[in-house]
């Protein structure tokens, strides 16, 4: 349970400490992406750069359910998509999109990326997400869009390009396909995609009820500052990883 006295990203004595630490909270992301139904077959993968080796990351095995992963079950890949630490295969969509993205930004601890259904539905128009509210003001001059679909990302090459539109930006809209969010540590990876999906679904809904009222430049880019920062992702993920942690205590094992 967090300390609401000690509200702050932890520090680390031992990489082995860190390691443990990124891979208990990428196995909460997991459950709360199955709680939250993200969930769509064998897609989606949620990944943390290792502490030690820097090239490796840490990831969901394939066909497994999110709902199911505990951190006993995570994979260690490595940069040639190899797995080095595990006895289950890799997604090739997973490696071939993640290894790229780590790749291409050394600051990102851990990338997102799911089929689910707002996001879905929203990438199918092609379009940026526009300041609506207060939430997705995180995203104000911040997430990128992949305009272009070639199916199912299994070519390196693919996934230089996507890692390209994301550029330096938290988040990337891929159209006709979905969203993929990144952060400093996995709690903030995994909150940016879960208020992105929910920003999907408010402008869908905003838009099919009427002509929705914008947040003009100035107090969006004031807003995107005061939401959108890498303490405030980090921050909101905290009670959702005590709830998880709570109400399934074995993803922990």
């Known amino acids: 349970m967090s300390d609401p006295s000690t509200l702050m990203p932890p520090t680390f004595d031992s990489v082995e400490d860190e390691r443990l630490h990124r891979k208990q909270r990428l196995a909460a992301a997991f459950r709360l992406f199955s709680r939250f139904g993200f969930d769509e077959g064998v897609a989606g993968h949620i990944t943390a750069r ?3 080796l820097s090239d490796h990351f840490w990831v969901n095995p394939f066909a497994m359910h999110f709902g199911h992963i505990k951190v006993s079950d995570l994979i260690l890949v490595n940069h040639k998509g190899d797995v080095v630490e595990g006895n289950r295969p890799v ?3 997973a490696f071939v999109i993640h290894s790229q993205v780590h790749a291409a ?4 601890i851990a ?3 799911a089929h689910s259904t707002y996001g879905k539905t929203w990438s199918s128009l092609g379009r940026l997400l526009d300041p609506l509210t207060q939430d997705v003001c995180a995203f ?3 997430h990128a869009l992949f305009d272009d679909y070639t199916g199912v990302v ?3 090459e693919e ?6 539109a994301l550029g330096e930006s938290k988040a990337v809209i891929l159209r006709n396909h979905g969203l993929l969010t990144v952060g400093h540590s996995v709690d903030e990876a995994a909150f940016w995609f879960i208020t992105m ?4 679904q408010v402008q869908l809904m905003a838009e099919a009820a009427g002509e929705p009222v914008q947040i003009d430049k100035d107090q969006a880019e004031l807003t995107s500052t005061q939401v959108g920062g890498h303490f405030a992702g980090w921050l909101s993920f905290q009670p959702l990883y005590d709830r998880i942690v709570r109400e399934q205590p074995d993803l922990l094992e």
């Open 159 to 164: 996934g230089k390009r996507l890692a390209h």
């Open 50 to 52: 290792d502490p030690e």
């Open 140 to 142: 104000y001059n911040d």
């Open 111 to 113: 990338a997102a990326h």
């Open 197 to 200: 999906e929910r920003s999907c």
């Open 105 to 108: 930004r050394p600051d990102v």
């Open 91 to 93: 997604n090739t969509a």
């Open 154 to 156: 299994l070519d390196l």
